[in-house]
């Protein structure tokens, strides 16, 4: 019914379609609410930088989403002015590095899974004053509950991580709210759900929700999307899942064996390594794997590609480090550069043959253009790795073996 370039050509290429259809609600972290106490945050993405004026006005999330910040950046999409809005600049930056940006990867999901007229909703908005009055796609995060402690990480998003901060000095309170007054009343007209944290099998409120939706015979109509690190099988939900329309699993996966247990503190790479097969090659539900590109993993990234080309893995994504932009390309150093592209250049070659591929050819080709283009279009800067440096100081003060036994390729970058 929907097609993504009839969208475009009504709205414009750089249109988002989250804050029109969608919102980001988390009940930790939760935002001043100008009294003196906090209130649960949606905003309408969780990429998006909210600073200066929150994107909340009360504890109502109808309210919410129709106050005069959401109807600015409804405009400004409408407007062409993408590009030049602040708080997008994760999607903006991922774009001018030449990747697949959360802004692109979401308006093709919707395109694909929203049983709605996108288009005639788009200009019902509009005609009502830029007001919308439906969720018809929520990512739920409850709780920053996670056994992980991520380098690209934050407290906010990770107990594990939280505990570690504290220990360093950080003085961040993590608070966790019950849902806002109308979010069940605003599930009526959800049709995806992603659930997401924190590692997110593990909150018992996402458990809880799961229950809710079955119970009430909402289940069947609703596409569920969840984020996991694949420390375990979702054992717990597993079966329930088989009473919603559709699960979509994101399985992070940042590297090969001590890569990715220095990149996600508390990774064992073959317990990861088994859930993840193990979810990608389940016939009943949709896998994509994640690479986070940071300086630590963009050294070997071309060991990823083979890994997923070994596990006829044809589903993956490559997403450039965020928020922690002395953790991405720019830090490393020329020399380390260069062997990482000349990696990634023979990687392209060794996949341009069609025939290795079939149909998906153009999934490896692209993933290792997108791996290219992170490093080609982030210059090194000195002060970036100089602040890699103090990153991985404390890193390597809390994990098991430092990054230079994990990662050789840094040896001679550490000092």
């Known amino acids: 019914m929907n097609d ?24 930790n972290n939760v935002v001043p609410n100008g009294q003196g106490g906090e209130i649960n945050s949606i905003r309408p993405c969780s990429l998006i930088r909210s600073e200066g004026t929150p994107w909340n006005v009360n504890s109502t999330i109808k309210d919410t989403r129709n106050n005069p910040k959401w109807k600015t950046i409804r405009k400004q999409m409408l407007d062409g002015d993408f590009k030049n809005i602040h708080d997008c600049r994760t999607c903006t930056y991922t774009e001018k590095l030449g990747g697949t940006s959360p802004r692109m990867s979401a308006n093709d999901f919707f395109v694909e899974f929203l049983d709605i007229d996108i288009i005639a909703e788009i200009k019902h908005i509009i005609k009502h004053n830029l007001e919308s009055n439906a969720i018809y796609a929520l990512d739920y995060y409850p709780s920053n509950y996670c056994n992980y402690a991520c380098i690209m990480c934050s407290g906010g998003a990770s107990s594990k991580r939280h505990t570690m901060e504290v220990r360093f000095g950080s003085d961040q309170k993590i608070y966790i709210n019950d849902v806002d007054t109308d979010f069940y009343k605003q599930l009526k007209n959800v049709q995806i759900l992603n659930l997401t944290g924190g590692e997110t099998i593990l909150q018992k409120q996402a458990i809880e929700l799961i229950d809710y939706l079955i119970e009430n015979d909402m289940a069947k109509d609703i596409i569920v999307t969840l984020l996991t690190n694949a420390s375990g099988f979702p054992d717990k939900v597993y079966d329930k899942f088989k009473q919603f329309k559709r699960v979509l699993y994101t399985i992070s996966v940042d590297g090969l064996g001590s890569v990715i247990e220095y990149q996600r503190r508390g990774c064992k790479w073959p317990t990861v390594e088994e859930n993840a097969l193990r979810l990608c090659n389940d016939p009943d539900v949709h896998t994509v794997v994640n690479y986070v590109a940071t300086a630590v993993n963009l050294p070997s990234a071309m060991d990823f590609i083979d890994w997923c080309y070994e596990n006829e893995i044809k589903f993956f994504s490559i997403s450039p480090v965020v928020r922690c932009d002395h953790l991405g390309a720019s830090a490393m150093p020329p020399e380390l550069r260069n062997l990482a592209l000349e990696r990634l250049y023979a990687g ?14 153009e999934n490896f080709a692209r993933g290792i253009e997108q791996l290219i283009s992170t490093i080609e279009n982030n210059p090194y800067s000195e002060k970036d790795y100089n602040l890699f440096l103090e990153h991985i100081k404390k890193e390597d003060a809390v994990n098991s073996r430092p990054l230079k036994e994990c990662v050789p390729e840094w040896t001679n970058y550490i000092p």
């Open 4 to 27: 993504i370039d009839a969208i475009y050509a009504e709205f414009g290429k750089d249109i988002c379609l989250c804050p029109f259809l969608g919102g980001f609600y988390q009940t």
């Open 348 to 361: 392209r070659e060794k996949y341009k043959d069609v025939h290795l591929l079939g149909n998906y050819m």
